[in-house]
């Protein structure tokens, strides 16, 4: 992979501007499925049970919030059984845990090719956040097996689901271009991201339906795009009432606000990341 970057150009004192950013990106394309790859087998190298991790996780957290949460404390959950409820919307929560951390920290976890060699530093991120969608597929298994347990057949909001997945991968690329930029001169954001990680899971409706919320507040938490991702999943898998459609706009609009302002921020920066990480 040097001899392919490394004859390549330096970085520009000056941000390009978009089609010039994509045009480089896709003469870097093969750069970035290395990338993905590499991710890949970083995380399941010398693991005894290798991709079955992907299922297990979610799979034992379901167990303990089932246990806690559904038996315990009688979590309502609009007709659907607990643990296929929760693993509506653990599957979505473990995606984007995992990409945003894991993408946040992309570019001083490789502070060794960042100085250098020259590539797109943003395949850094994207390369983390494709990898987190792999182990999403694998997750994703747990829930059709849950569906089939429990006879519930999905929803006509599946044609909705897989678009919706797209907000929330745009939410986490926002997020993790703003805190990664940040990560890079201050090593402080290290020790925030599980700070932030936790309150983010409770600010999300995983364990609990949004339906418990007074209406007052449904705007102030359709602010978080993960929660309309969230409701689609179940409406899609588990048969509950879709979401207001008001809400989906708002979260659609702070994705997207999240996203833009992320890769202008992150642009801006990158031309010093090999100097400062």
């Not at 296929?84 to 995992?98: E, K, R």
């Not at 006879?151 to 909001?157: E, F, K, L, Q, S």
């Not at 201050?186 to 409706?205: C, K």
Request: hydrophobic content about 55%; charged content about 10%; some cysteine.
């Amino acid at each position: 992979m040097d001899s392919v970057v490394a004859s390549q150009r330096h970085i520009s004192p000056d941000a390009p501007d978009w089609l010039s950013m994509a045009a480089e990106m896709w003469s870097f394309r093969y750069v970035f499925l290395v990338f993905v790859w590499r991710s890949l087998k970083i995380r399941y190298k010398q693991t005894a049970i290798g991709v079955a991790w992907a299922l297990l996780q979610p799979l034992t957290m379901t167990f303990i919030f089932t246990f806690i949460f559904g038996r315990l404390a009688g979590m309502p959950t609009n007709g659907v059984p607990y643990p296929l409820f929760v693993v509506s919307g653990l599957i979505v929560w473990q995606l984007v845990a995992q990409s945003f951390q894991s993408a946040t920290g992309s570019i001083v976890t490789n502070a060794g090719l960042v100085t250098r060699i020259y590539f797109p530093r943003i395949f850094l991120p994207l390369a983390a956040i494709t990898a987190a969608l792999f182990d999403f597929m694998c997750a994703f298994a747990l829930l059709i097996l849950l569906m089939a347990w429990y006879g519930i057949a999905p929803t006509i909001g599946v044609l909705a689901f897989i678009p919706v997945l797209g907000l929330a991968v745009v939410t986490v690329l926002g997020l993790a271009l703003w805190f990664g930029t940040l990560y890079v001169p201050y090593r402080d954001v290290g020790h925030l991201l599980p700070f932030l990680t936790q309150i983010w899971m409770f600010a999300s409706p995983v364990i609990y339906p949004t339906s418990l919320l007074p209406p007052k507040y449904h705007f102030l938490y359709s602010l978080n795009p993960i929660v309309t991702v969230i409701d689609v999943s179940r409406w899609a898998f588990c048969g509950t009432n879709p979401p207001n459609l008001g809400g989906v706009i708002v979260s659609t609009v702070v994705a997207v606000g999240l996203c833009v302002s992320g890769l202008w921020f992150f642009r801006r920066h990158e031309r010093n990341f090999s100097d400062v990480v």
